[in-house]
């Protein structure tokens, strides 16, 4: 079991109402947050108990039999991960009340210290592979922009490092894009972070600044990770080996908790910002890794899938060497690569053309194809390219009816809420995930990937629908979508199985425990508009009170 130290203890402190709202969550639910999350709208306990934290480091990859010592657990939302990657997980944290909570929370963990107190005071012999720094480097200086508590700190933190170990740093970007749009500081509250010179009990620095702490402290060697939209709720991760793309607005979500003084959204800034190569400067957060050796993580950049169902809580890693690994975020998670390999191994059994692959310590691994995805393959074409995509498409077709055996037409799942419709070949197993953006085209190949989802007892033409649907508006600069819809018989059931596609993301995305995070991620752009006229007023008014002096 979990154990609490409390011999190097400071003075008590109160303890915030939300502090014990979410010590009264973490007794009462035992593991499953879902009614908090669906009844309880505020930002605290959000990002206290939402599975979607593990995306910062469940991707990483820790050293075998690592010790890892996290320095500020707050409830514990990283400390049962971190649990299921290490040997053993050593965490210092400065409250009782949030130590004695973590250990409640992650009880049945026996790899599991929790200390309350601070690094200063507790004489550790043991040495660390690994020590995490979520959120607690910016409050080292008591919000003082001066570098000497930070270099000093780090270079305290030296002696408790193992010879090939790390520190792992997760802090915002003075420079971040969001507060140029005008999104609070953490730590002040103030408008536009840290821009307007203020802080409060913590201090941003931008990557130079950050830069130079680190060298002065003596860890000669850097790597630096780019979480979107930020360290707190990441959905990708980014390096200087792996940088985005001119348009990412489709691969991730921005949020704002506290959108009242926002000016604009970083999604119409950041083709900009990317195309004048000032991503890395103005990215929103750091995930800073830092050693005394070059010897980093072998991940250059990552997809999280952190809002599924806990078994699908799954990383896609792109790694040095050119392999793909998706890897679990979760120890839940490690059912959805298991089930991830029997489809692949099934649809390759079946005729059906795949990457290579393998299952490797834990992970799904895959051959890095240097060839276009379908998707992108479709967004290249003409008009005059109408024959051409409708062989390929046929292509799918056939693949999708080759992929399973078929069903009884009375186990369509379908069925009983459209008895009179046309259903076609219903297939016992339909790949859900057959579709161009997890298809490698190579002249008249189609190599699958990533299909990981399934439904029984399916229609091979919901299947057929899906890939269209998916790719319609990239079909549409070719041909009408509604004569490729009839084409392949789905034209009348068009309506029904976008109905259908709807739901079932809805569930699978789990849009109802985390219906706060989309309304975070719903900044309005009126709002954000009439912000940026009420300050178009303000200069006016102060360019004329200057005029008039």
């Known amino acids: 079991m979990a154990e609490l130290h409390t011999s190097f203890s400071g003075p008590l402190k109160k303890v915030p109402q939300v502090d014990q709202v979410i010590d009264k969550y973490i007794t009462q639910s035992r593991g499953n947050y879902d009614e908090a999350l669906v009844t309880d709208d505020r930002w605290e306990v959000f990002y206290q108990l939402s599975d979607m934290r ?14 890892v010592l996290e320095l500020g657990c707050e409830f514990g939302a990283l400390t049962g991960m971190l649990c299921d990657k290490a040997a053993h997980v050593t965490v210092v944290e400065h409250s009782m009340f949030r130590a004695h909570t973590t250990v409640k929370r992650w009880q049945d963990r026996d790899n599991l210290d929790v200390y309350v107190g601070s690094m200063f005071d507790i004489p550790f012999r043991r040495k660390f592979d690994v ?58 509250g103030e408008p536009f972070g840290e821009l307007g010179g203020g802080t409060g009990r913590g201090c941003l620095f931008s990557k130079k600044e950050l830069e130079s702490i680190l060298r002065e402290a003596g860890f000669t060697y850097r ?36 959108p009242d003084t926002r000016v604009l959204s970083e ?37 999280l899938a952190t809002d599924r169902a806990p078994a699908y809580n799954i990383a896609t890693c792109i790694m040095k060497d050119g392999s793909v690994v998706k890897r ?35 992970g799904f691994v895959m051959k890095r194809m240097e060839l276009p995805t379908l998707s992108e393959w479709l967004t290249q074409r003409t008009p005059e390219d109408g024959e051409l995509v409708m062989q390929v ?19 369509n799942f379908l069925l009983p809420q459209y008895p ?95 219906h706060m995070f989309y309304n975070w991620a ?15 007023i303000m200069g006016g008014d102060g360019m004329r009170a200057g005029n008039s002096d």
């Open 54 to 67: 593990t995306g910062l480091l469940g991707w990483y990859d820790f050293p075998k039999n690592a010790q």
């Open 131 to 188: 020590i995490v720094m979520v959120d607690s480097f910016a409050g080292l200086g008591n919000g003082s922009p001066e570098h000497t508590p930070y270099v000093e700190y780090m270079r305290f933190l030296q002696d408790f490092l193992a010879p090939q170990g790390k520190v792992l740093i997760a802090i915002d970007n003075r420079l971040g894009l969001k507060f140029f749009c005008g999104a609070r500081d953490p730590y002040s």
């Open 223 to 258: 790597k630096f990770y780019y979480p979107l939209p930020d360290f707190r709720i990441p959905q990708l991760i980014f390096t200087d080996d792996y940088l985005p793309k001119r348009d990412i607005s489709d691969n991730f979500v921005p949020y704002d908790h506290e």
């Open 267 to 303: 999604l119409r800034l950041y083709p900009d910002i990317i195309d004048n190569g000032m991503f890395p400067m103005m990215a929103n957060s750091f995930l800073v890794e830092c050693a005394m050796q070059e010897d980093f993580s072998q991940v250059i950049g990552a997809t």
């Open 328 to 362: 679990p975020l979760t120890a839940a998670a490690k059912q959805g690569i298991r089930e991830l390999d029997e489809n692949m191994r099934m649809l390759r059994e079946r005729g059906i053309e795949t990457v290579p692959f393998e299952l490797r310590d834990g």
């Open 393 to 411: 498409l046929n292509r799918l077709w056939a693949a999708i009816l080759q992929s399973s055996p078929p069903a009884f037409d009375e186990d």
């Open 420 to 514: 009179a419709a046309d259903w076609g070949v219903i297939l016992k197993k339909a790949y859900i995930n057959m579709v161009p953006e997890n298809i490698f085209i190579d002249g008249s190949r189609l190599i699958f990937f990533n299909q990981g989802l399934t439904r029984e007892n399916c229609p091979a033409k919901y299947q057929m629908f899906l890939a269209v649907y998916e790719s319609a508006d990239a079909l549409e600069q070719i041909m009408p979508v509604k004569e490729i819809a009839k084409s392949f018989g789905i034209e009348a059931l068009w309506d029904i199985m976008a109905m259908e596609e709807q739901s079932f993301v809805s569930e699978r995305r789990r849009y109802d425990v985390y």
């Open 522 to 536: 719903d900044m309005d752009p009126t709002d954000m508009m009439k912000n940026r006229q009420l300050l178009k």
